[in-house]
């Protein structure tokens, strides 16, 4: 089980770095003009980290995390934080998601949206993180 939790753990920490990265790779990407070579860089840079790292992380992160749930029997749902957990864990994913999307936009050259915006959503996968973390190591209920 040692080795479960560590991997968990590991591919936790890829997702979660990958997260926070795409975003701002997509700050630069904003302002640079369609077609420059700063655009297409970011292209590349953008898709080989979602496709890479990002969505490697996210699978083997669902994969050792219910393997811990399940495999050992750690999971217990009559505990609030473990749905608080589960929640979190889902949006964290469905952020994943939407940054796909984001990251399609960039591709086809019909991204709509601002540097600022992308700013703005930067720090969301780190708050549903710290989300994570408190309702795990606290459990608060």
């Known amino acids: 089980?040692?080795?479960v939790k560590a991997l968990h753990v590991l591919s936790v920490i890829a997702w979660m770095a990958a997260l926070l990265y795409l975003p701002r790779l997509f700050v630069y990407h904003a302002g640079a003009t369609?077609?420059?070579e700063l655009s297409e860089t970011l292209k590349i840079?953008?898709?080989r980290l979602y496709r890479g790292i990002m969505t490697p992380a996210m699978i083997a992160t669902w994969i050792f995390g219910l393997w811990l749930a399940f495999g050992y029997g750690l999971v217990d749902f009559s505990q609030g934080w473990m749905?608080?957990?589960a929640v979190m864990?889902?949006?964290l994913s469905g952020m994943h998601g939407f940054y796909g999307s984001l990251l399609r936009a960039f591709a086809q050259d019909r991204n709509t949206r601002s540097h600022?915006?992308?700013?703005?959503?930067?720090?969301?996968?780190f708050v549903i993180a710290a989300v994570i973390v408190i309702a795990v190591i606290v459990k608060p209920f």
Not at 116 to 125: L, M, Q
């Open 83 to 85: 749905w608080l957990k």
């Open 34 to 36: 369609v077609g420059s």
């Open 116 to 125: 600022k915006f992308f700013r703005s959503i930067n720090e969301i996968p």
């Open 1 to 3: 089980m040692e080795w």
């Open 89 to 91: 864990v889902i949006a």
């Open 45 to 47: 840079m953008e898709r």
